[in-house]
């Protein structure tokens, strides 16, 4: 462990200790299924402290990144895996492709939609359009077992806009539109709704063309913004 991250782990615990609300905790873990800790710290409140956490010090290398993020997700409050998503959110271009290794330890680790959708989104996804060979990683990580590196693959370039590769996209969503998984049906209607704003045309035109292989869910969801989808039999 380096100094800047014995530094910030030591700054991180000692600030997030003394600020619990064990009144808020018991409302976030209910929210959460009592899956997680909590110590009740909402996250405006949170990410001001965050500030005060990091002032000052240096920005971290790729092992320091590693280092921290998976430190805090060995930690049993779920805020500590919150501060591991924004932190690397702020400084995954620092990383290079190798960090997608640690990307999936950290989606497979106490998986829940809360933390998987900030990897996916705003990790997974960064280093993906950073690096577009990454992309046949995503390719064998759509048709994984582990339904939540699944769904990464499936909304990793959520932000990606006109840069989607909408070939990918739309394969990506026919691979698992059978998967009768709530959070992948969703993580489909997801995907399509968000792709939707930038070429609402593709996906009216998807869904229609699938339309009996896409779940009502993930049909409802892709066309959010476009309309109602056509009833058909219930799945």
């Known amino acids: 462990m380096t100094l800047l991250t014995a530094e910030l782990l030591e700054r991180l615990t000692a600030t997030y200790e003394v600020n ?6 018991v409302g976030m873990r209910a929210y959460m299924r009592d899956q997680f800790e909590y110590l009740g710290i909402p996250t405006p ?8 956490i990091v002032a000052g010090l240096a920005p971290p290398t790729e092992a320091e990144l590693r280092t921290v993020a ?28 190798r960090f997608l290794t640690t990307a999936r330890r950290l989606v497979t680790t106490k998986s829940w939609w ?3 959708d900030a990897l996916a989104t ?11 060979e990454l992309a046949a990683t995503m390719d064998r990580w759509v048709q994984d077992r582990d339904i939540w590196v699944a769904r990464t693959a499936i909304i990793h370039q959520l932000t990606f806009k006109s840069r989607t590769d909408t070939d990918r996209l739309f ?13 992948l049906r969703k993580a489909i209607g997801w995907a399509l709704r968000e792709y939707s704003k930038t070429d609402a045309a593709a996906v009216r035109r998807f869904v229609r063309d699938h339309d009996r292989e896409l779940s009502e869910l993930s049909k409802r969801e892709a066309l959010k913004w476009l309309g109602r989808p056509a009833r058909t039999p219930a799945r």
């Not at 409140?45 to 005060?52: E, K, N, T």
């Not at 060995?74 to 995954?92: G, M, N, Q, V, W």
């Not at 394969?171 to 959070?183: H, I, N, P, V």
Request: net charge positive; aromatic share 14%.
């Open 20 to 25: 619990p609300d064990a009144t808020r905790a």
């Open 45 to 52: 409140h949170r990410r001001a402290l965050d500030r005060v």
């Open 70 to 97: 998976l430190a805090c997700f060995d930690l049993a409050p779920r805020e500590y895996s919150y501060f591991a998503c924004d932190y690397l959110r702020k400084h995954i271009t620092r990383c290079s492709p």
């Open 114 to 116: 809360d933390t998987v």
């Open 122 to 132: 705003r990790t997974v996804g960064s280093l993906v359009f950073a690096h577009p």
């Open 171 to 183: 394969t990506y969503c026919l691979a698992r539109a059978g998967d009768r998984e709530f959070f």
